[in-house]
Nanobody
């Protein structure tokens, strides 16, 4: 099982980023996928979750209306579109399959002017 996150970077407040997570080693198309984030000294926080067919979505209150999770089962990839970014969104972002214990290396998102 492997997750490779990408798309992070430095962005100004109000800006946008699109994160990608390429997954392998399991049946992606039947897996619920999630995005988490973590800042130093804090526990990993669930940001968004999508079931295998995209009919069941969850967003943390802090990102509702600004972030959108999506997936391409043909590419074994899950995405996180992040708009109207705030400094408090600064974190390392990770993707994860609900049924798996493995984590990727994460991608750093920094929102700062």
């Amino acid at each position: 099982v492997q997750f490779v996150e990408s798309g992070g970077g430095l962005v100004q407040p109000g800006g946008s980023l699109r994160l990608s997570c390429a997954a392998s080693g399991f049946t992606f198309s039947s897996s619920t996928m999630s995005w988490y984030r973590q800042t130093p000294g804090k526990e990993r926080e669930l940001v968004a979750r999508m079931n295998s067919v995209g009919t069941n979505l969850y967003y943390a209150n802090s990102v509702e209306g600004r972030f959108t999770i999506s997936r391409d089962n043909a590419k074994n990839t899950v995405y996180l579109q992040m708009n109207s970014l705030k400094p408090e969104d600064t974190a390392v972002y990770y993707c994860k399959a609900l049924s798996k214990s493995e984590w990727g290396q994460g991608t750093q998102v920094t929102v700062s002017s």
